[in-house]
């Protein structure tokens, strides 16, 4: 599905003063996200917002946001980056990039792999590996989906699809090689060691775990009767 102008939903953010990495973990103490509007020839921001709120607004909007800074006119960005703490999953700061709804971006977005179960190597029991987790796209604000899907249904076993068969939605184009990025691949599952090798094993071996001929550990047959006599 593909954000629009007027899908887009509005954020409201407090400016901040630039202070340093102290003041970003006293915000974060306080429930607020540190974050940067950068971007459309004006010149950077420092904004903080309520940490729940940036949550539920990011979980119902599509890519495009209308943020308003201290009460100003509401202006569409593009969530550039938003990173998350490593063991909360909490977000940490949040980059926002201002957009012309008229002028096509450079941006990525996710790619959704559907029908996987119903891919025939998957119900052979082979293995579907995803390869691209993002893709790189050209589009105008207004046409960038929340993601790509990409129907796995008809691969094979040992198949392999490409970007060459994915088609991009309206108003989307690919930027990344078509031949040479690998969206997805079914592979055959491990192969267990096959009887040969264990009855191999077991001779060498010994079925307690011991070596099955005794000159293995540098004795003579003499020997080991010796050894075994005075034991």
Do not use: C, W
């Not at 539920?56 to 201290?70: F, K, M, P």
């Amino acid at each position: 599905m593909a954000a629009s102008a007027d899908s887009s939903a509005q954020l409201d953010l407090a400016s901040r003063a630039a202070e340093g990495s102290r003041s970003a973990r006293r915000l974060r103490r306080t429930g607020r996200v540190p974050g940067i509007i950068y971007g459309g020839g004006a010149e950077p921001e420092l904004f903080a917002v309520d940490a729940r709120i940036l949550r539920n607004t990011l979980a119902r909007s599509g890519a495009i946001l209308e943020v308003s800074v201290d009460g100003a006119a509401a202006a569409p960005v593009l969530v550039k980056d938003l990173q998350r703490h490593p063991v909360r999953g909490e977000a940490v700061h949040v980059d926002l990039l201002r957009v012309d709804m008229k002028v096509a971006i450079h941006t990525t977005v996710t790619l959704e792999l559907v029908g996987a179960d119903h891919a025939p190597g998957v119900v052979e029991g082979g293995v579907l590996s995803q390869s691209a987790v993002e893709l790189n796209i050209e589009a105008l604000p207004g046409d960038i989906p929340d993601s790509i899907q990409f129907d796995v249904s008809g691969l094979e076993m040992n198949a392999t699809a490409t970007l060459a068969e994915l088609t991009a939605p309206a108003g989307v184009t690919l930027l990344d090689d078509p031949d040479e990025t690998v969206l997805a691949t079914v592979t055959p599952p491990t192969q267990e060691p096959v009887e040969d090798e264990i009855e191999t094993e077991t001779e060498l071996v010994g079925a307690d775990g011991e070596a099955a001929d005794a000159q293995a550990g540098g004795d003579t047959g003499e020997e080991a009767a010796q050894s075994a006599s005075s034991g």
